[in-house]
């Protein structure tokens, strides 16, 4: 199987330690969670594996079916199939959102994808999303809320159709129908060749999309991996006992 591999990871920013020998495989077909307290490190990995430059890896590797993509730039990530939620400018005046993701779709495969092709794949999208037509013919992200950002990240995940996403849904401003947007979005993306990280700190995200592998990160390392009985035993439990467990 192919696989995303994280291997020994080691970040730093501005000279302090944050991800301290991150170890983590996510397999192409597989739903993974990520899950950790405020301040754990969750974030700071997903922005490493879509290549922030504002991190500086110390140590370690970041493997893309099985090649090392550490030192390389965001777009050429996208182009390897890993999906980065708005690597474009969030604000593009005069862009609708139909034709930005015409563009990162063929950014993603490095030439032109015909316009049938496109508008197939936009309109498969838009009926599981069960979103009307008429939003994709706006403006990008012109006064969006941060509920319709994450409609749009969405829509660019199933229209980009890349082989790993990792989507960090710790903002707690969400309301319920947008994780269930993203819900929808992943569990249809879900299929042999799709692996996905999901980076949550609440369990509730989990009611809707249940994954098959759920890891817990706390101090810039992952401390345990379990099924999704973790998740909900940290949601009765809350993450002190595991602290006191692995000696965090
Ligand atoms: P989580 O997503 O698990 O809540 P983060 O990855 O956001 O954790 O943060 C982990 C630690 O790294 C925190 O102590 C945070 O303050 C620090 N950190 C993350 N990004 C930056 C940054 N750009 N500058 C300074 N400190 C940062
Ligand atoms: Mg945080
Ligand atoms: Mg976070």
Known sequence: TKTLEIRDLWVNVEDTPILKGVNLTL???????????????????????????????VKGQILLDGEDVAELEPDERARKGLFLAFQYPVEVPGVTIANFLRLALQARHGKEVPLTEFYGKLQRAIEVLEWDEAYVTRYLNEGFSGGEKKRNEILQLMVLEPSYAILDETDSGLDIDALKVVA?????????????????????????????????????????????????????????????????
């Open 184 to 248: 929808k979005g992943v569990n249809a993306m879900r299929g042999p060749e799709f692996g996905a990280l999901v980076i949550t700190h609440y369990q509730r995200l989990l009611n809707y999309i249940v994954p098959d592998v759920v890891h817990v990160m706390m101090d810039g390392r992952i401390v345990k991996t379990g099924d999704r009985e973790l998740a909900l035993e940290l949601e009765e439990r809350g993450y002190d006992w595991l602290k006191e467990e692995v000696g965090a």
């Open 27 to 57: 397999p192409r077909g597989e739903v993974h969670a990520l899950m950790g307290p405020n301040g754990a490190g969750k974030s700071t990995l997903g922005k490493v594996i879509a290549g922030d430059p504002g991190y500086q890896v």
